[in-house]
Protein backbone atom coordinates (compact mmCIF):
# COMPACT_ATOMS: atom_id res chain seq x y z
CA UNK A 1 0.00 0.00 0.00
CA UNK A 2 1.54 3.38 -0.86
CA UNK A 3 1.05 6.42 1.04
CA UNK A 4 -1.03 8.22 -1.35
CA UNK A 5 -3.71 5.19 -1.50
CA UNK A 6 -6.99 5.98 -0.52
CA UNK A 7 -8.83 3.21 1.67
CA UNK A 8 -12.38 3.29 1.00
CA UNK A 9 -14.98 2.07 3.28
CA UNK A 10 -19.22 2.78 4.03
CA UNK A 11 -18.93 2.96 7.58
CA UNK A 12 -15.62 3.72 9.32
CA UNK A 13 -15.94 3.36 13.41
CA UNK A 14 -12.85 5.16 14.91
CA UNK A 15 -12.55 3.17 18.29
CA UNK A 16 -12.58 -0.11 19.17
CA UNK A 17 -13.93 0.04 22.84
CA UNK A 18 -17.16 -0.49 23.94
CA UNK A 19 -19.01 2.00 22.19
CA UNK A 20 -16.88 1.11 18.75
CA UNK A 21 -17.03 -2.77 18.98
CA UNK A 22 -20.87 -2.46 19.72
CA UNK A 23 -21.69 -0.10 16.88
CA UNK A 24 -19.68 -2.54 14.55
CA UNK A 25 -21.19 -5.15 15.33
CA UNK A 26 -25.15 -3.11 14.58
CA UNK A 27 -23.84 -1.66 11.49
CA UNK A 28 -22.55 -5.02 9.96
CA UNK A 29 -25.47 -7.24 10.68
CA UNK A 30 -28.03 -4.21 9.53
CA UNK A 31 -26.84 -5.32 6.00
CA UNK A 32 -23.76 -7.74 4.91
CA UNK A 33 -23.38 -5.57 2.34
CA UNK A 34 -22.21 -2.48 3.96
CA UNK A 35 -18.56 -2.63 4.85
CA UNK A 36 -17.58 -1.23 8.11
CA UNK A 37 -13.97 -0.50 9.24
CA UNK A 38 -13.28 -0.48 12.43
CA UNK A 39 -9.42 1.92 13.44
CA UNK A 40 -8.20 1.90 16.84
CA UNK A 41 -4.93 2.94 18.03
CA UNK A 42 -4.43 0.02 20.03
CA UNK A 43 -5.21 -3.71 19.96
CA UNK A 44 -9.07 -3.48 20.68
CA UNK A 45 -9.06 -5.40 23.79
CA UNK A 46 -6.28 -2.72 25.31
CA UNK A 47 -9.01 -0.28 25.27
CA UNK A 48 -9.83 1.25 28.86
CA UNK A 49 -13.34 -0.40 28.55
CA UNK A 50 -11.62 -3.57 29.27
CA UNK A 51 -10.93 -1.37 32.88
CA UNK A 52 -14.59 -1.32 33.91
CA UNK A 53 -14.82 -3.34 36.99
CA UNK A 54 -18.17 -2.56 39.12
CA UNK A 55 -20.87 -3.43 36.28
CA UNK A 56 -23.58 -2.23 34.04
CA UNK A 57 -26.65 -1.02 34.62
CA UNK A 58 -30.01 -2.45 33.39
CA UNK A 59 -33.67 -3.12 35.27
CA UNK A 60 -33.56 -6.72 34.89
CA UNK A 61 -37.36 -7.12 37.04
CA UNK A 62 -37.96 -7.79 40.63
CA UNK A 63 -39.05 -4.57 42.16
CA UNK A 64 -37.21 -2.52 39.58
CA UNK A 65 -38.70 -0.17 37.06
CA UNK A 66 -37.76 1.75 34.25
CA UNK A 67 -39.24 4.74 35.75
CA UNK A 68 -37.29 4.25 38.81
CA UNK A 69 -33.67 3.76 36.87
CA UNK A 70 -34.61 6.58 34.73
CA UNK A 71 -35.35 8.79 38.21
CA UNK A 72 -32.29 7.57 39.72
CA UNK A 73 -30.52 9.07 36.81
CA UNK A 74 -31.85 12.23 36.55
CA UNK A 75 -31.68 13.21 39.93
CA UNK A 76 -27.82 11.79 39.78
CA UNK A 77 -27.42 14.02 36.76
CA UNK A 78 -28.20 17.22 39.23
CA UNK A 79 -31.23 17.59 36.57
CA UNK A 80 -28.98 18.22 33.88
CA UNK A 81 -30.04 15.19 31.78
CA UNK A 82 -32.62 15.26 28.44
CA UNK A 83 -35.01 13.05 30.09
CA UNK A 84 -36.42 11.75 27.21
CA UNK A 85 -32.58 10.20 26.29
CA UNK A 86 -32.05 9.15 29.87
CA UNK A 87 -35.80 7.59 28.97
CA UNK A 88 -34.31 5.79 25.91
CA UNK A 89 -31.46 4.83 27.58
CA UNK A 90 -33.45 2.41 30.11
CA UNK A 91 -35.71 0.78 28.22
CA UNK A 92 -32.93 -0.17 26.27
CA UNK A 93 -30.67 -1.45 28.54
CA UNK A 94 -32.43 -3.84 29.68
CA UNK A 95 -31.67 -6.15 25.69
CA UNK A 96 -28.27 -5.11 25.60
CA UNK A 97 -27.15 -6.72 28.68
CA UNK A 98 -29.46 -9.66 27.25
CA UNK A 99 -27.53 -9.61 23.87
CA UNK A 100 -24.23 -10.16 25.72
CA UNK A 101 -25.82 -13.25 27.57
CA UNK A 102 -26.26 -14.80 24.37
CA UNK A 103 -23.24 -13.92 23.03
CA UNK A 104 -21.74 -15.56 25.64
CA UNK A 105 -20.36 -12.64 28.65
CA UNK A 106 -20.03 -14.44 31.66
CA UNK A 107 -21.85 -12.45 34.30
CA UNK A 108 -21.95 -13.48 38.09
CA UNK A 109 -24.84 -15.53 38.96
CA UNK A 110 -27.40 -16.27 41.40
CA UNK A 111 -28.33 -19.53 43.20
CA UNK A 112 -31.04 -19.91 41.09
CA UNK A 113 -28.26 -18.96 37.85
CA UNK A 114 -29.93 -15.75 36.82
CA UNK A 115 -27.75 -12.80 36.23
CA UNK A 116 -26.64 -10.91 39.79
CA UNK A 117 -27.20 -7.48 40.27
CA UNK A 118 -25.46 -5.58 42.79
CA UNK A 119 -26.37 -2.49 44.53
CA UNK A 120 -24.41 0.91 43.32
CA UNK A 121 -23.86 4.44 44.08
CA UNK A 122 -26.84 6.41 43.86
CA UNK A 123 -28.74 3.83 42.06
CA UNK A 124 -32.29 3.31 44.57
CA UNK A 125 -32.17 -0.63 43.51
CA UNK A 126 -29.49 -3.59 43.07
CA UNK A 127 -29.43 -3.18 39.02
CA UNK A 128 -25.11 -3.44 38.22
CA UNK A 129 -24.87 -6.78 36.53
CA UNK A 130 -21.56 -7.51 37.28
CA UNK A 131 -18.85 -10.08 35.98
CA UNK A 132 -17.25 -10.14 39.49
CA UNK A 133 -14.80 -7.05 39.34
CA UNK A 134 -13.85 -7.46 35.79
CA UNK A 135 -16.97 -6.76 33.83
CA UNK A 136 -15.84 -4.70 31.64
CA UNK A 137 -12.72 -7.05 30.59
CA UNK A 138 -15.36 -9.65 29.86
CA UNK A 139 -18.10 -7.40 27.99
CA UNK A 140 -14.93 -5.97 25.88
CA UNK A 141 -14.10 -10.05 25.46
CA UNK A 142 -17.46 -11.02 24.48
CA UNK A 143 -17.86 -8.12 22.25
CA UNK A 144 -14.70 -8.60 20.32
CA UNK A 145 -14.84 -12.28 19.59
CA UNK A 146 -18.37 -11.47 18.42
CA UNK A 147 -17.37 -8.56 15.89
CA UNK A 148 -14.44 -11.12 14.71
CA UNK A 149 -17.07 -13.43 13.32
CA UNK A 150 -18.39 -10.66 11.01
CA UNK A 151 -16.49 -10.89 7.26
CA UNK A 152 -17.64 -7.45 6.39
CA UNK A 153 -15.86 -5.61 9.11
CA UNK A 154 -12.10 -5.14 9.10
CA UNK A 155 -9.74 -3.77 11.96
CA UNK A 156 -7.34 -1.42 11.85
CA UNK A 157 -5.59 -2.15 15.33
CA UNK A 158 -2.42 0.27 15.95
CA UNK A 159 -3.53 2.79 13.57
CA UNK A 160 -3.68 6.47 14.80
CA UNK A 161 -5.72 8.94 13.41
CA UNK A 162 -5.20 12.51 13.14
CA UNK A 163 -8.01 14.47 12.12
CA UNK A 164 -11.33 13.93 10.76
CA UNK A 165 -12.50 15.72 7.62
CA UNK A 166 -15.75 17.46 7.29
CA UNK A 167 -16.42 19.87 4.77
CA UNK A 168 -20.16 21.83 3.96
CA UNK A 169 -21.27 20.11 7.41
CA UNK A 170 -20.74 16.70 5.94
CA UNK A 171 -18.47 14.21 6.90
CA UNK A 172 -16.03 12.69 4.46
CA UNK A 173 -13.36 10.16 6.10
CA UNK A 174 -10.27 10.70 7.79
CA UNK A 175 -7.09 10.73 8.40
CA UNK A 176 -4.68 8.58 9.86
CA UNK A 177 -0.97 6.93 10.53
CA UNK A 178 -0.39 3.25 10.34
CA UNK A 179 2.11 3.31 13.30
CA UNK A 180 3.59 0.22 12.19
CA UNK A 181 5.12 1.96 8.88
CA UNK A 182 4.42 5.64 9.91
CA UNK A 183 2.47 6.21 6.72
CA UNK A 184 -0.51 8.22 6.45
CA UNK A 185 -3.85 7.53 4.78
CA UNK A 186 -6.88 8.51 4.07
CA UNK A 187 -10.05 6.57 4.49
CA UNK A 188 -12.78 7.68 2.55
CA UNK A 189 -16.81 6.83 4.14
CA UNK A 190 -20.10 7.30 3.81
CA UNK A 191 -21.01 7.25 7.57
CA UNK A 192 -18.35 7.92 10.26
CA UNK A 193 -18.73 7.02 14.00
CA UNK A 194 -16.45 8.62 16.70
CA UNK A 195 -15.93 6.08 19.94
CA UNK A 196 -12.67 7.06 21.14
CA UNK A 197 -13.37 7.43 24.80
CA UNK A 198 -12.45 9.98 27.62
CA UNK A 199 -9.94 12.49 28.29
CA UNK A 200 -9.46 12.16 31.93
CA UNK A 201 -6.00 11.70 30.70
CA UNK A 202 -5.41 15.63 31.64
CA UNK A 203 -5.33 15.33 35.15
CA UNK A 204 -2.39 13.39 37.32
CA UNK A 205 -4.32 11.55 39.46
CA UNK A 206 -6.91 9.72 37.39
CA UNK A 207 -8.56 5.93 36.60
CA UNK A 208 -8.29 6.46 33.04
CA UNK A 209 -5.37 4.30 31.11
CA UNK A 210 -2.80 7.12 29.18
CA UNK A 211 -4.44 6.54 26.12
CA UNK A 212 -7.44 8.40 26.76
CA UNK A 213 -6.57 11.77 25.81
CA UNK A 214 -10.18 12.56 24.00
CA UNK A 215 -8.71 12.71 20.47
CA UNK A 216 -11.75 11.96 19.01
CA UNK A 217 -13.52 15.24 20.75
CA UNK A 218 -10.54 17.43 19.99
CA UNK A 219 -10.68 16.25 16.04
CA UNK A 220 -14.40 16.90 16.39
CA UNK A 221 -14.19 20.00 18.01
CA UNK A 222 -11.54 21.56 15.26
CA UNK A 223 -13.71 20.33 12.48
CA UNK A 224 -16.67 22.82 13.39
CA UNK A 225 -18.40 20.31 15.53
CA UNK A 226 -19.34 21.78 19.04
CA UNK A 227 -18.18 20.28 22.31
CA UNK A 228 -20.99 20.29 24.94
CA UNK A 229 -20.59 20.34 29.23
CA UNK A 230 -17.24 19.86 29.24
CA UNK A 231 -16.63 21.38 32.25
CA UNK A 232 -18.42 18.63 33.99
CA UNK A 233 -16.16 16.06 34.57
CA UNK A 234 -16.80 13.30 37.42
CA UNK A 235 -13.78 12.70 40.63
CA UNK A 236 -14.51 9.05 41.20
CA UNK A 237 -14.16 8.53 45.47
CA UNK A 238 -12.00 5.71 45.32
CA UNK A 239 -8.73 5.96 43.74
CA UNK A 240 -6.11 4.21 45.43
CA UNK A 241 -3.32 6.27 46.82
CA UNK A 242 -0.84 6.67 45.21
CA UNK A 243 -1.40 5.20 41.48
CA UNK A 244 -4.95 6.54 41.22
CA UNK A 245 -5.85 2.45 39.77
CA UNK A 246 -9.80 2.26 40.26
CA UNK A 247 -11.01 0.85 43.84
CA UNK A 248 -14.32 0.14 42.09
CA UNK A 249 -17.28 1.63 43.66
CA UNK A 250 -18.36 -2.27 43.81
CA UNK A 251 -16.86 -2.51 46.88
CA UNK A 252 -18.98 0.13 48.57
CA UNK A 253 -22.03 -2.03 47.04
CA UNK A 254 -20.76 -4.62 48.29
CA UNK A 255 -20.44 -3.07 51.78
CA UNK A 256 -17.50 -1.48 52.28
CA UNK A 257 -16.68 1.93 54.51
CA UNK A 258 -15.21 4.69 53.81
CA UNK A 259 -13.28 5.77 57.60
CA UNK A 260 -11.61 9.26 58.36
CA UNK A 261 -8.41 9.15 60.66
CA UNK A 262 -11.04 9.77 63.58
CA UNK A 263 -12.16 6.26 62.75
CA UNK A 264 -15.75 7.30 61.88
CA UNK A 265 -18.08 6.63 59.11
CA UNK A 266 -17.90 10.48 57.93
CA UNK A 267 -20.46 10.15 55.35
CA UNK A 268 -23.26 10.01 57.79
CA UNK A 269 -22.78 13.73 58.02
CA UNK A 270 -23.25 14.31 54.22
CA UNK A 271 -25.57 11.25 53.24
CA UNK A 272 -27.46 10.39 56.17
CA UNK A 273 -29.18 7.93 54.24
CA UNK A 274 -27.18 6.57 51.44
CA UNK A 275 -24.49 6.90 52.76
CA UNK A 276 -21.24 5.27 51.21
CA UNK A 277 -23.53 4.49 48.36
CA UNK A 278 -24.58 8.11 47.27
CA UNK A 279 -23.40 9.16 44.14
CA UNK A 280 -19.92 10.00 43.33
CA UNK A 281 -19.92 13.77 43.10
CA UNK A 282 -21.21 13.66 46.67
CA UNK A 283 -18.60 11.19 48.32
CA UNK A 284 -15.79 12.65 46.34
CA UNK A 285 -16.27 16.40 47.93
CA UNK A 286 -17.21 14.70 51.29
CA UNK A 287 -13.85 13.35 51.52
CA UNK A 288 -12.03 16.47 50.40
CA UNK A 289 -13.47 18.55 52.90
CA UNK A 290 -12.78 15.61 55.25
CA UNK A 291 -8.94 16.04 54.05
CA UNK A 292 -8.91 19.37 53.74
CA UNK A 293 -10.28 19.48 57.60
CA UNK A 294 -7.37 18.00 58.72
CA UNK A 295 -9.37 14.10 59.33
CA UNK A 296 -7.71 12.52 56.63
CA UNK A 297 -5.09 9.95 57.05
CA UNK A 298 -1.39 10.94 56.84
CA UNK A 299 0.52 9.05 54.45
CA UNK A 300 3.93 9.66 52.12
CA UNK A 301 2.14 10.82 49.51
CA UNK A 302 -0.39 13.41 51.45
CA UNK A 303 -3.46 12.84 53.23
CA UNK A 304 -5.85 10.04 52.06
CA UNK A 305 -9.86 8.02 53.22
CA UNK A 306 -9.40 4.38 54.17
CA UNK A 307 -11.55 2.24 52.48
CA UNK A 308 -12.20 -1.18 54.78
CA UNK A 309 -13.50 -4.00 53.58
CA UNK A 310 -12.43 -5.90 56.21
CA UNK A 311 -15.93 -6.66 57.79
CA UNK A 312 -16.38 -8.28 54.55
CA UNK A 313 -14.60 -11.41 55.19
CA UNK A 314 -11.94 -13.06 53.03
CA UNK A 315 -14.69 -15.34 51.03
CA UNK A 316 -16.59 -12.42 49.91
CA UNK A 317 -13.67 -10.77 48.74
CA UNK A 318 -12.69 -13.43 46.95
CA UNK A 319 -15.84 -14.30 45.54
CA UNK A 320 -16.98 -10.42 44.66
CA UNK A 321 -13.85 -8.52 44.74
CA UNK A 322 -10.85 -10.67 43.49
CA UNK A 323 -9.21 -8.36 41.75
CA UNK A 324 -9.31 -5.85 43.76
CA UNK A 325 -7.83 -7.90 46.03
CA UNK A 326 -4.98 -8.51 43.68
CA UNK A 327 -4.68 -4.72 42.95
CA UNK A 328 -4.56 -3.79 46.64
CA UNK A 329 -1.93 -6.30 47.31
CA UNK A 330 0.66 -6.14 44.28
CA UNK A 331 0.39 -2.19 43.49
CA UNK A 332 -1.14 -0.47 46.96
CA UNK A 333 0.99 -2.58 49.05
CA UNK A 334 -2.37 -3.89 51.37
CA UNK A 335 -4.56 -7.06 52.31
CA UNK A 336 -7.58 -5.53 51.86
CA UNK A 337 -8.47 -8.83 53.98
CA UNK A 338 -6.34 -7.41 56.69
CA UNK A 339 -6.03 -3.94 56.60
CA UNK A 340 -8.03 -0.38 55.04
CA UNK A 341 -6.88 0.49 51.22
CA UNK A 342 -5.95 4.11 51.45
CA UNK A 343 -7.87 6.34 48.68
CA UNK A 344 -8.92 9.80 47.43
CA UNK A 345 -10.84 11.47 44.72
CA UNK A 346 -9.37 10.75 41.52
CA UNK A 347 -10.56 12.34 37.68
CA UNK A 348 -12.38 9.25 36.72
CA UNK A 349 -14.83 10.32 33.64
CA UNK A 350 -16.19 12.97 31.43
CA UNK A 351 -19.93 14.08 31.67
CA UNK A 352 -19.21 16.35 28.40
CA UNK A 353 -18.13 15.38 25.49
CA UNK A 354 -19.08 16.08 21.20
CA UNK A 355 -22.83 17.11 21.33
CA UNK A 356 -24.80 14.61 19.36
CA UNK A 357 -28.82 14.22 20.10
CA UNK A 358 -30.89 11.02 20.82
CA UNK A 359 -29.83 9.20 17.29
CA UNK A 360 -26.04 9.92 18.11
CA UNK A 361 -25.95 12.49 14.90
CA UNK A 362 -23.79 15.18 15.19
CA UNK A 363 -23.85 18.53 13.25
CA UNK A 364 -22.21 17.06 10.22
CA UNK A 365 -24.16 14.98 8.52
CA UNK A 366 -23.18 11.62 7.92
CA UNK A 367 -20.88 11.78 11.66
CA UNK A 368 -22.09 10.21 14.53
CA UNK A 369 -20.11 9.76 17.88
CA UNK A 370 -21.21 7.57 20.82
CA UNK A 371 -19.60 6.12 24.49
CA UNK A 372 -17.77 8.48 26.52
CA UNK A 373 -16.41 11.17 23.83
CA UNK A 374 -20.19 12.01 22.91
CA UNK A 375 -22.71 14.21 24.93
CA UNK A 376 -25.98 12.95 24.07
CA UNK A 377 -26.93 14.51 27.38
CA UNK A 378 -27.56 11.17 29.34
CA UNK A 379 -25.78 12.01 32.16
CA UNK A 380 -26.14 15.85 32.97
CA UNK A 381 -24.23 17.35 35.62
CA UNK A 382 -23.50 14.03 37.33
CA UNK A 383 -22.59 9.91 35.76
CA UNK A 384 -24.40 7.68 37.68
CA UNK A 385 -21.56 4.48 38.47
CA UNK A 386 -22.55 1.50 35.71
CA UNK A 387 -24.63 3.58 33.48
CA UNK A 388 -21.62 4.22 31.53
CA UNK A 389 -20.77 1.11 29.98
CA UNK A 390 -24.60 0.56 29.27
CA UNK A 391 -24.56 3.96 27.63
CA UNK A 392 -21.70 2.01 25.03
CA UNK A 393 -23.82 -0.51 24.98
CA UNK A 394 -27.12 0.87 24.01
CA UNK A 395 -26.20 4.09 21.85
CA UNK A 396 -22.66 2.04 20.31
CA UNK A 397 -26.10 0.30 18.70
CA UNK A 398 -27.94 3.23 17.66
CA UNK A 399 -24.82 4.57 16.05
CA UNK A 400 -24.38 1.18 14.18
CA UNK A 401 -27.76 1.72 12.84
CA UNK A 402 -27.86 4.81 12.13
CA UNK A 403 -24.74 4.90 10.31
CA UNK A 404 -25.95 1.89 8.45
CA UNK A 405 -29.07 3.34 6.89
CA UNK A 406 -26.98 6.60 6.30
CA UNK A 407 -25.07 4.43 4.45
CA UNK A 408 -27.33 2.49 2.58
CA UNK A 409 -29.12 5.67 1.37
CA UNK A 410 -26.27 7.46 0.54
CA UNK A 411 -23.07 8.00 -2.32
CA UNK A 412 -19.77 8.81 -1.26
CA UNK A 413 -18.67 12.49 -0.95
CA UNK A 414 -15.19 13.07 -2.59
CA UNK A 415 -12.03 13.53 -1.06
CA UNK A 416 -10.22 16.13 -3.00
CA UNK A 417 -6.76 13.85 -4.28
CA UNK A 418 -4.61 16.93 -2.50
CA UNK A 419 -6.21 16.21 1.02
CA UNK A 420 -3.30 13.96 1.88
CA UNK A 421 -0.85 16.37 1.07
CA UNK A 422 -2.62 18.20 3.66
CA UNK A 423 -2.63 16.10 6.39
CA UNK A 424 0.86 14.55 5.97
CA UNK A 425 1.50 18.66 6.28
CA UNK A 426 -0.04 18.99 9.11
CA UNK A 427 1.16 15.98 10.91
CA UNK A 428 5.34 15.78 9.58
CA UNK A 429 5.75 19.17 8.63
CA UNK A 430 4.05 21.31 11.58
CA UNK A 431 4.49 18.39 14.38
CA UNK A 432 7.61 16.18 13.63
CA UNK A 433 8.99 19.17 11.68
CA UNK A 434 8.89 21.90 14.75
CA UNK A 435 12.42 22.52 16.12
CA UNK A 436 11.74 24.05 19.46
CA UNK A 437 12.95 23.35 22.67
CA UNK A 438 10.33 22.85 24.31
CA UNK A 439 9.76 19.06 25.15
CA UNK A 440 6.12 17.29 25.34
CA UNK A 441 6.21 15.58 28.93
CA UNK A 442 7.25 19.02 30.50
CA UNK A 443 4.29 20.47 29.01
CA UNK A 444 2.23 17.55 29.50
CA UNK A 445 3.18 17.38 33.35
CA UNK A 446 1.90 21.05 33.51
CA UNK A 447 -1.19 20.70 32.12
CA UNK A 448 -1.94 17.96 34.55
CA UNK A 449 -0.93 19.94 37.22
CA UNK A 450 -2.48 23.59 36.37
CA UNK A 451 -5.64 20.65 35.66
CA UNK A 452 -5.28 18.78 39.45
CA UNK A 453 -4.49 22.26 41.37
CA UNK A 454 -7.08 24.68 39.71
CA UNK A 455 -9.79 22.45 37.96
CA UNK A 456 -10.85 20.17 40.53
CA UNK A 457 -13.41 19.09 42.77
CA UNK A 458 -13.44 22.23 44.89
CA UNK A 459 -13.56 25.43 41.99
CA UNK A 460 -12.86 28.83 42.08
CA UNK A 461 -13.49 31.87 39.79
CA UNK A 462 -9.92 33.53 40.15
CA UNK A 463 -8.72 29.88 40.22
CA UNK A 464 -10.27 29.37 37.02
CA UNK A 465 -9.03 32.38 35.48
CA UNK A 466 -5.58 31.86 36.41
CA UNK A 467 -5.57 28.31 35.04
CA UNK A 468 -7.02 29.64 31.82
CA UNK A 469 -4.11 31.96 31.37
CA UNK A 470 -1.74 29.60 32.28
CA UNK A 471 -3.07 26.82 29.63
CA UNK A 472 -3.39 29.70 26.86
CA UNK A 473 0.57 29.88 27.47
CA UNK A 474 0.91 26.49 26.96
CA UNK A 475 -0.55 26.48 23.68
CA UNK A 476 1.68 28.87 22.95
CA UNK A 477 4.59 27.35 23.80
CA UNK A 478 3.32 23.80 22.25
CA UNK A 479 4.01 25.49 19.35
CA UNK A 480 7.64 25.06 20.11
CA UNK A 481 7.72 22.07 20.74
CA UNK A 482 11.09 19.31 19.33
CA UNK A 483 9.65 15.52 18.93
CA UNK A 484 13.11 13.94 19.30
CA UNK A 485 12.28 10.85 17.32
CA UNK A 486 12.14 11.27 13.87
CA UNK A 487 11.62 7.96 12.98
CA UNK A 488 8.81 6.62 10.87
CA UNK A 489 8.04 3.50 12.48
CA UNK A 490 6.16 3.36 15.73
CA UNK A 491 7.13 6.82 16.82
CA UNK A 492 5.28 6.94 19.93
CA UNK A 493 7.39 10.74 20.28
CA UNK A 494 5.00 11.80 17.48
CA UNK A 495 1.80 10.23 18.93
CA UNK A 496 2.71 11.85 22.79
CA UNK A 497 2.61 15.42 21.08
CA UNK A 498 -0.60 14.86 18.98
CA UNK A 499 -2.26 13.49 21.89
CA UNK A 500 -0.66 16.45 23.92
CA UNK A 501 -2.16 18.85 21.60
CA UNK A 502 -5.55 17.19 21.73
CA UNK A 503 -5.64 17.41 25.59
CA UNK A 504 -4.79 21.32 25.37
CA UNK A 505 -8.16 21.49 23.36
CA UNK A 506 -9.91 19.86 25.54
CA UNK A 507 -8.39 21.37 28.75
CA UNK A 508 -9.54 25.01 27.61
CA UNK A 509 -13.02 24.10 26.74
CA UNK A 510 -13.30 22.33 30.29
CA UNK A 511 -11.83 25.52 31.77
CA UNK A 512 -13.95 28.00 30.03
CA UNK A 513 -17.30 26.07 30.73
CA UNK A 514 -16.47 26.25 34.37
CA UNK A 515 -15.89 29.49 34.45
CA UNK A 516 -18.95 30.51 32.60
CA UNK A 517 -20.97 28.30 34.84
CA UNK A 518 -21.52 30.69 38.18
CA UNK A 519 -23.58 27.87 39.88
CA UNK A 520 -22.87 24.40 41.75
CA UNK A 521 -24.26 21.85 39.90
CA UNK A 522 -23.19 17.78 40.03
CA UNK A 523 -19.74 17.60 39.83
CA UNK A 524 -18.87 21.36 39.10
CA UNK A 525 -18.80 22.66 42.48
CA UNK A 526 -17.69 26.60 42.86
CA UNK A 527 -17.18 27.85 45.99
CA UNK A 528 -17.79 30.99 45.02
CA UNK A 529 -21.68 30.07 43.74
CA UNK A 530 -22.12 27.20 46.40
CA UNK A 531 -25.97 26.78 45.25
CA UNK A 532 -27.47 24.94 42.30
CA UNK A 533 -29.15 28.25 40.11
CA UNK A 534 -32.19 26.19 37.77
CA UNK A 535 -33.47 29.87 36.79
CA UNK A 536 -30.14 30.68 35.26
CA UNK A 537 -28.35 28.00 34.54
CA UNK A 538 -30.57 24.64 33.46
CA UNK A 539 -28.55 24.73 30.07
CA UNK A 540 -26.29 23.00 28.31
CA UNK A 541 -23.03 24.79 27.75
CA UNK A 542 -22.21 24.12 23.76
CA UNK A 543 -18.60 25.31 22.99
CA UNK A 544 -17.17 26.38 19.53
CA UNK A 545 -13.67 26.28 17.91
CA UNK A 546 -12.25 29.51 17.14
CA UNK A 547 -8.78 30.70 16.91
CA UNK A 548 -8.72 32.76 20.10
CA UNK A 549 -10.36 29.55 21.80
CA UNK A 550 -13.93 28.33 22.93
CA UNK A 551 -17.06 30.03 21.74
CA UNK A 552 -19.97 29.59 24.50
CA UNK A 553 -23.40 28.86 23.47
CA UNK A 554 -26.04 27.41 25.67
CA UNK A 555 -28.93 25.08 24.95
CA UNK A 556 -31.95 23.86 26.89
CA UNK A 557 -32.51 21.03 28.96
CA UNK A 558 -35.03 18.19 27.58
CA UNK A 559 -37.97 18.10 30.68
CA UNK A 560 -40.49 15.23 30.15
CA UNK A 561 -41.66 13.79 33.86
CA UNK A 562 -39.35 14.88 36.51
CA UNK A 563 -38.95 18.84 37.22
CA UNK A 564 -35.84 19.80 39.24
CA UNK A 565 -36.23 19.72 43.17
CA UNK A 566 -33.49 19.62 45.87
CA UNK A 567 -31.02 16.49 45.50
CA UNK A 568 -30.57 14.99 48.74
CA UNK A 569 -29.48 11.38 49.94
C1 LIG B 1 -10.91 2.00 35.77
C2 LIG B 1 -12.27 2.27 35.23
C3 LIG B 1 -13.35 1.53 35.66
C4 LIG B 1 -14.62 1.77 35.16
N1 LIG B 1 -15.66 1.01 35.62
C5 LIG B 1 -16.89 1.18 35.08
C6 LIG B 1 -17.97 0.33 35.45
O1 LIG B 1 -17.81 -0.60 36.24
N2 LIG B 1 -19.17 0.56 34.89
C7 LIG B 1 -19.39 1.57 34.00
O2 LIG B 1 -20.51 1.69 33.51
N3 LIG B 1 -18.37 2.38 33.62
C8 LIG B 1 -17.13 2.20 34.13
N4 LIG B 1 -16.11 3.02 33.73
C9 LIG B 1 -16.33 3.96 32.63
C10 LIG B 1 -16.40 3.20 31.31
O3 LIG B 1 -15.55 2.10 31.37
C11 LIG B 1 -16.00 4.06 30.12
O4 LIG B 1 -16.70 5.27 30.13
C12 LIG B 1 -16.30 3.33 28.81
O5 LIG B 1 -15.79 2.03 28.84
C13 LIG B 1 -15.74 4.09 27.62
O6 LIG B 1 -15.88 3.29 26.48
P1 LIG B 1 -15.66 3.89 25.02
O7 LIG B 1 -15.99 2.81 24.07
O8 LIG B 1 -16.38 5.16 24.91
O9 LIG B 1 -14.11 4.26 24.96
P2 LIG B 1 -12.78 3.42 25.28
O10 LIG B 1 -13.02 2.08 25.83
O11 LIG B 1 -11.91 4.35 26.04
O12 LIG B 1 -12.17 3.19 23.83
C14 LIG B 1 -11.66 4.25 23.05
C15 LIG B 1 -11.18 3.67 21.74
O13 LIG B 1 -10.82 4.72 20.85
C16 LIG B 1 -9.57 4.44 20.26
N5 LIG B 1 -8.92 5.72 19.94
C17 LIG B 1 -8.83 6.83 20.71
N6 LIG B 1 -8.15 7.79 20.06
C18 LIG B 1 -7.81 7.28 18.85
C19 LIG B 1 -7.10 7.78 17.72
N7 LIG B 1 -6.56 9.01 17.72
N8 LIG B 1 -6.93 6.96 16.66
C20 LIG B 1 -7.42 5.70 16.66
N9 LIG B 1 -8.11 5.18 17.69
C21 LIG B 1 -8.30 5.97 18.77
C22 LIG B 1 -8.83 3.64 21.31
O14 LIG B 1 -7.80 2.87 20.73
C23 LIG B 1 -9.96 2.77 21.87
O15 LIG B 1 -10.14 1.63 21.08
C24 LIG B 1 -14.82 2.79 34.21
C25 LIG B 1 -13.73 3.53 33.76
C26 LIG B 1 -12.48 3.29 34.28
C27 LIG B 1 -11.34 4.13 33.80
Redesign the pocket.
Known amino acids: MNSMERIIHDVVI????????RAAITAAEYNDKIDVAV????Y?V????????????AMLGGEDSYDLHSWDTVKGSDFLADQDVVEFFVENATKEIIALEHWGCPWSRTEEGKINQRPFGGHSYPR?C?AADM??FHEMHTLHAKATEFENIKFYDE????SIIVEDRASRGLA?IELKTGNMHVFQSKATII????Y?RVYEFT???H???G??MA?AYRAGIPLKDMEFIQFHPTGMVPSG??I???ARGEGGYLINAKNERFMKQYAPEKMELAPRDIVSRAETTEIQEGRGFDGPYGPYIALDLRHLGEEKINERLPLIRDVAIKLGGVDPVEEPIPIKPAA??SMGGIDANIKTETMASGLYA????SCLNMHGANRL????????LVF?AVAGEEAAKFALSHDHREIPKDRIMVEEKIVFDNILGREGDERVPVLRDELRQIMSEKVWVFRKGNQLESALKELKNLKKRFENIKVEDKEKQFNAGLVGA??LGFTLDLSETTIAGALARIESRGAHTRLDFPKRDDNNWLKHTIAYYTTEGPRLEYTPVTITKWPPVARAY
Open positions: VGAGMAGLISKVPRSHSVCAQGGSAAFTGWFVTAATGGATFSIATDGMILTGGHYAGECGTNSTTDCGLQ
